[in-house]
């Protein structure tokens, strides 16, 4: 019960996540032909945090309070340079440095199957002031998994996990 553990060890409000993680080059652990691979992970997020690297990344690569109408045009134009030579199995050019150049700084590529909130609201009112492990347990006890598993990528399928 990784997920209850890494949920009752929370100090203070977030939430808890089971994520399938892809790997964009698809060569990893467990790859199967035509399929992509990647991994079941935990993460744990405060406050109004998010699996979601787009979220809080800001898309825009100038602040246009300090930029002049030349710098502007001199962005504008930087971002639509095309290598010369786009051959190649590894580097920025490559088809798998094409999608990882897609992610935000620090981005990864989750796919969020289940959440579980972790503020003191969800669970001090029926389960108390030092109630939040039986409000975990109670949680997990209820959990509908025929809709966690409508949820799971197609190829995290294949891997499965286990609910102990």
């Keep these: 019960m990784t997920m209850l553990d890494t949920a009752a060890g929370m100090f203070g409000p977030g939430f808890v996540w089971l994520v399938y993680a892809r790997d964009p080059s698809g060569t990893g652990a467990g790859s199967k032909l ?7 992970k935990i993460l744990n997020t405060y406050l109004a945090g998010t699996p979601y690297p787009e979220a809080g990344f800001r898309q825009q690569g100038i602040d246009m309070n300090n930029a002049t109408p030349d710098s502007y045009q001199a962005y504008m134009q ?3 340079l095309q290598p010369t030579n786009s051959a190649g199995s590894f580097g920025p050019y490559s ?6 150049a897609k992610l935000p700084p620090g981005g990864t590529s989750l796919i969020p199957v289940m959440c579980v909130s972790t503020w003191e609201h969800t669970y001090m009112y029926d389960f ?19 809709v966690v598993e409508q949820n799971m990528p197609r190829e995290a399928k294949q891997l499965g996990f286990q609910r102990q």
């Design 128 to 146: 108390g002031l030092l109630g939040k492990r039986k409000y975990l347990n109670t949680w997990w006890d209820c959990v509908d998994w025929g």
């Design 95 to 100: 088809q798998v440095g094409r999608e990882r």
């Design 34 to 40: 035509g399929a992509r691979a990647g991994s079941w």
């Design 78 to 80: 930087s971002q639509h």
